[in-house]
Structures are given as structure tokens and as C-alpha cells.
């Protein structure tokens, strides 16, 4: 499955952005799907992630209540709600997705997107 990133961009503290995140390729709903960040000289970690479904997420303690993970399998579509934005969530976003792995490790997703860049002024 081939994954495709976007909707980043600048926007004050406070202000809201959705990401999306389009595969192609494979049968997405087949897919467990997460999305991670990576700012400049940290790892990348985990935000949040979704199930073949869309009825079971999960969410790093540091976005929880103002981030939501969603998906539409008919669209091939995959979404990350950000409001409330601080400074601190700013990063590179990556989409990625396994077939049977939703938890919060990125060596165990194979497949990724190529990132779109949140940045968030105070």
C-alpha cells in the first residue's frame, strides 16, 4: 500500500489543522493505520491510531482531548483532527500502516507516508 500525507501547515497556538492521509494500492481497509511525528532532533513517536474499523483508537497521553483519529475505508482516506494546537506539536506527521499492529512502536509499521510539516507559532 502506497500512503500519501497532507494538510500541514503553519497556524498559531490555538488554531486547528486536519491532516489526511490517501493509500492507494492494497485493499485499505485490510489495514491498522497510526500516525506518528518527528521534530527536529527527537525520535519519531507516536500520536495516535485506528483500527480496521475505526471503533478502537488510541492516542499518546499529550493529544488526548484535543486530537482524534478517524478513517473512512471508502474513501481510502485516513484523518488526524488537531485542535487546540501548542508549540510543541510541532513536527514532521507521517501516516503508516500494518496489517496486524496498531500499538505505539514505529519499527513495527512497514508501510509510511512521507510526512507533512506542522508548524505551530506561539
Known amino acids: 500500500v502506497q500512503l500519501q500525507a497532507s494538510g500541514g501547515g503553519l497556524v498559531q497556538a490555538g488554531g486547528s489543522l486536519r491532516l489526511s492521509c490517501t493509500a492507494s494500492?492494497?485493499?485499505?481497509?485490510?489495514?491498522?493505520l497510526g500516525w506518528f511525528r518527528q521534530a527536529p532532533g527527537k525520535e519519531r513517536e507516536f500520536v495516535a491510531s485506528?483500527?480496521?474499523?475505526?471503533?478502537?483508537?488510541r492516542y499518546t497521553a499529550s493529544v488526548k482531548g484535543r486530537f482524534t483519529i478517524s478513517r473512512d475505508n471508502t474513501k481510502n482516506t485516513m484523518y488526524l483532527q488537531m485542535n487546540s494546537l501548542k508549540p510543541e506539536d510541532t513536527a514532521v506527521y507521517y501516516c503508516?500502516?500494518?496489517?496486524?499492529?496498531?500499538?505505539?512502536?514505529?519499527?513495527?509499521?512497514?508501510?509510511w507516508g512521507q510526512g507533512t510539516q506542522v508548524t505551530v507559532s506561539s
Open positions: 503508516a500502516a500494518e496489517e496486524f499492529y496498531s500499538g505505539e512502536n514505529p519499527a513495527m509499521y512497514s508501510y
Open positions: 494500492g492494497r485493499t485499505f481497509s485490510e489495514y491498522r
Open positions: 485506528i483500527n480496521w474499523s475505526g471503533d478502537f483508537t
